[in-house]
């Protein structure tokens, strides 16, 4: 079982991504937990940057609140992270996790590079 993102990529500050994790689970793991979005940026310690609840709300790291829209599909397993308006600091890595009392599942993640 593990998270796997994509939509990641080569882009210009000012430009937007849709980043996506799809568990590769059961869809009552999805169902049934929050999702975590996490950064890990070059030389640094990762960082959350966001939660999508199970009823789909959500709360954002100040350093991408008003730039970013988390979403979920239980359908398709996925959640998604739209991302506007990019800057330099926010090339990494991108994760997704599932955490709780029974599960902590993460997966091959997504390189973001902002860069002119």
């Known amino acids: 079982v593990q998270l796997q993102a994509s939509g990641g990529g080569l882009v210009q500050p000012g430009s937007s991504l849709r980043l996506a994790c799809k568990l590769s689970g059961s869809a009552n793991i999805f169902a049934r937990n929050h999702v975590q979005w996490y950064r890990q940026a070059p030389g640094k310690q990762r960082e959350l940057l966001a939660t999508i609840r199970t009823s789909g709300s959500t709360t954002y790291a100040k350093s991408i609140e008003g730039r970013a829209t988390g979403s979920r599909d239980a359908g398709e397993k996925t959640v998604y992270l739209q991302m506007n308006n990019l800057k330099p600091e926010d090339t990494g890595v991108y994760y997704c996790?599932?955490?709780?009392?029974?599960?902590?599942?993460w997966g091959p993640g997504t390189l973001v590079t902002v860069s002119s």
């Open positions: 996790n599932i955490f709780s009392l029974d599960y902590d599942i």
